[in-house]
């Protein structure tokens, strides 16, 4: 009798015992097996894009061999896993260059990149043009809604370090999940504008101050702006206060507001089962690229930062 290795993918497990023995099981179970492994497996890219993604590294989560493995999907998605990875690469780039304000640059850094000459080649040989031109034409975002779900999340997360920092706050108190939560950024904008500041002299905050997938009801939130000079943070009537450092995790999503409690749902699970870190006590953060638009709030990009041990 072989050995019984058991591999687990997002909750499905199997023994190599099973699949030794897939020709005495039932068509219909064979069947739904393969369908949950590769749904599971393009969940896995998906949430990986930032990354270098390899057959072996797919090989190694499914417990297949590579060769059975790009067999298996090939058949599945009618073209190479390779073939795959860099459409799901290039149409979330697209998805980002229309929706967003996100710099070209950033972009391509986000769908795993590293360098504008391999982006652009990469990018011009799906869309037959260059990044910059598609964000420029309004005809090709007319086309937008027939790219995949305006959904990204990266499940690549990094552990830095925050110092405190001064900073101008806006309290608020309202659902983190909901635009209407957005309306605080609307006195942001009109103090910048009335103090003669410029937005590109701050960084953006919203300090998170209760876990809203665990207690629903209204909680504070704060709208901050932290100078990125010291020079820059001029005395007025709302509240100067310092915010928190400590040791964060940070992972990044982009998504219409409606997402938001999806995708903080699956980093959370993310985290909690597939990493060694651990939630510590204190404060989260949204840090925004830039201003957040109050009128029109979805598809920025977030980069979410907890507090850990």
Aim: hydrophobic content about 35%; overall charge positive.
């Amino acid at each position: 009798m072989p050995r019984n290795h058991t591999y687990q993918m997002q909750g499905f497990v199997f023994s190599s015992f099973q699949r030794s023995n897939i020709g005495k099981v039932r068509l219909q179970d064979a069947i739904y097996f393969c369908f949950v492994m590769v749904k599971e497996l393009l969940t896995y890219i998906s949430h990986r894009l930032s990354e270098e993604i390899t057959l072996e590294d797919l090989s190694r989560i499914s417990g297949y061999s590579p060769f059975h493995l790009h067999r298996k999907i090939k058949e599945e998605l009618g073209e190479p896993v390779g073939d795959f990875i860099k459409r799901q690469r290039i149409e979330t780039a697209a998805q980002l260059l229309v929706l967003t304000s996100i710099p070209v640059a950033d972009i391509k850094y986000l769908v795993g990149y590293n360098n504008d000459s391999a982006f652009s080649k990469a990018f011009k040989s799906l869309m037959n043009v260059s990044p910059r031109t598609f964000r420029a034409s309004n005809v090709l975002k007319a086309a937008s809604g027939k790219l995949s779900s305006n959904n990204y999340v990266s499940l690549s997360y990094e552990v830095t370090h925050l110092p405190k920092q001064e900073a101008i706050v806006f309290p608020a108190i309202g659902n983190y999940f909901s635009k209407d939560i957005y309306t605080i950024w609307k006195e942001v904008q009109a103090f910048i504008n009335h103090e003669g500041l410029i937005e590109k002299d701050f960084d953006y905050y919203a300090v998170l101050h209760a876990c809203q997938n665990v207690t629903p009801s209204p909680a504070r939130y704060d709208a901050v702006i932290i100078p990125r000079t010291k020079n820059k943070l001029t005395t007025s009537r709302f509240f100067k206060s310092e915010i928190p450092g400590g040791k964060f995790v940070r992972y990044r999503f982009c998504c219409p507001v409606s997402k938001y409690k999806e995708n903080t749902l699956l980093i959370n699970k993310h985290m909690s089962e597939e990493t060694q870190l651990q939630h510590g006590a204190g404060v989260s953060y949204f840090k925004f690229l830039s201003l957040p638009d109050y009128e029109n709030p979805d598809n920025q990009l977030i980069e979410w930062l907890m507090p850990i041990k």
